[in-house]
Nanobody
Framework: QVQLVESGGGLVQAGGSLGLSCAASGRTFSRYVMAWFRQAPGQEREFVAGINWRGGSTNYADSVKGRFTISRDNAKNTVDLQMNSLKPEDTAVYYC??????????????????WGQGTQVTVSS
């Protein structure tokens, strides 16, 4: 069982930066693939970025490549998302998710086992 709590959301102007953090409970955090998803009003939840259990492999949505960076610290049970050059279209609720499978970083939200409560990110133009 893993419990996830996100923090760091807020309001930022276009072109600005924001960092999100996800704190996980449980002793087996290092065994999970971790990812960030986001969901804008009226839209389906979409994959943003993911990182494998060791942190040696990452995957990003095309829309955020070169702007967002995902990282994890297994000693602290945290996974972070640094977001730079933010755009109004990045506005959404951002969710941290954990997958206990062995297939690497998956982009389908339905395959993730645990979710945080979400944190709002709003980018003004």
């Amino acid at each position: 069982q893993v419990q996830l709590v996100e923090s760091g959301g807020g309001l930022v102007q276009a072109g600005g930066s924001l960092g999100l953090s996800c704190a996980a409970s449980g002793r087996t955090f290092s065994r999970y693939v971790m990812a960030w998803f986001r969901q804008a009003p009226g839209q389906e939840r979409e994959f943003v970025a993911g990182i494998n259990w060791r942190g040696g492999s990452t995957n990003y949505a095309d829309s955020v490549k070169g702007r967002f960076t995902i990282s994890r610290d297994n000693a602290k049970n945290t996974v972070d998302l640094q977001m730079n050059s933010l755009k109004p279209e990045d506005t959404a609720v951002y969710y941290c998710a954990a997958d206990s499978g062995l297939l690497g970083v998956l982009t389908n939200f339905r395959l993730y086992d645990y979710w945080g409560q979400g944190t709002q990110v709003t980018v003004s133009s």
